[in-house]
Nanobody, 127 residues
Framework: ARLVESGGDSVQAGSSLRLSCVVS????????MGWFRQAPGKEREGVAA???????AYADSVKGRFTVSKDIANNTLYLQMSSLKPEDTATYYC??????????????????????YGQGTQVTVSS
């Protein structure tokens, strides 16, 4: 499978952005998809996840500001980001699990639960 992210941009604090991730080249089941981000000098961290049942989890730092959703018909995952802060500046990566049957239950699945990864899209938020 190929995951291609888009929608990253440079914006002012308080702005909104919508990231998209299109999945192609795969015909099997995708159990869970999500977003991670990595800021310069920091470890990659989970942002949001949504499983095949529609269960959703968010990092505490983005709860109430970010919304993850998916369009199954168009094989697309979205991340709607609002009230952006400078600390949201990072490269955002789309991830997918087609092997482990990951189910979202409260907390975010770790990066190793996923077996497909996108190349990332840059989000820069200035104050």
């Amino acid at each position: 499978a190929r995951l291609v992210e888009s929608g990253g941009d440079s914006v002012q604090a308080g702005s909104s952005l919508r990231l998209s991730c299109v999945v192609s080249g795969y015909q099997g089941n995708v159990y869970c998809m999500g977003w991670f981000r990595q800021a310069p000098g920091k470890e990659r961290e989970g942002v949001a996840a949504i499983d095949s049942h529609g269960n959703i989890a968010y990092a505490d730092s983005v709860k109430g500001r970010f919304t993850v959703s998916k369009d199954i018909a168009n094989n697309t995952l979205y991340l709607q980001m609002s009230s952006l802060k400078p600390e949201d500046t990072a490269t955002y990566y789309c991830v997918a699990d087609s092997r482990r049957g990951t189910v979202v239950s409260g907390s975010l699945p770790g990066l190793l639960r996923y077996n497909y990864y996108g190349q990332g899209t840059q989000v820069t938020v200035s104050s």
